[in-house]
Nanobody, 122 residues
Framework: QVQLVESGGGLVQAGGSLRLSCAAS????????MGWFRQAPGKEREFVAA????????YYADSVKGRFTISRDNAKNTVDLQMKSLKPEDTAVYYC???????????????WGQGTQVTVSS
């Protein structure tokens, strides 16, 4: 079992930056690939970024590539999402998840946090 708690969301102007953090509990955390997803009102949850168990491999949605960076610290049981050059279309609830592999598909993830709101004003 893995419990996930996101933090770091908030309101930011377009072009600004935010850093989201996800704290995990559970002794098997480091055995899980981790992902970040987001869901805007009226839209399906979508893939943002994923990272392998050891952190050596990362994957990004095309819409955030070059602006967002995913990282993890297995000693601290955390996975972060650094977001730069934010756009109004990045506004959504952001979720971290632990899964079977570093997939862009929600069905591959077994554990989810409660989400943190990110709002980007124009």
């Amino acid at each position: 079992q893995v419990q996930l708690v996101e933090s770091g969301g908030g309101l930011v102007q377009a072009g600004g930056s935010l850093r989201l953090s996800c704290a995990a509990s559970g002794r098997t955390y480091s055995s899980y690939p981790m992902g970040w997803f987001r869901q805007a009102p009226g839209k399906e949850r979508e893939f943002v970024a994923a990272i392998s168990r050891g952190g050596g491999l990362t994957y990004y949605a095309d819409s955030v590539k070059g602006r967002f960076t995913i990282s993890r610290d297995n000693a601290k049981n955390t996975v972060d999402l650094q977001m730069k050059s934010l756009k109004p279309e990045d506004t959504a609830v952001y979720y971290c998840a632990a899964g079977a592999d570093s997939s862009r598909y929600t069905a591959r993830y077994d554990y989810w946090g409660q989400g943190t709101q990110v709002t980007v004003s124009s």
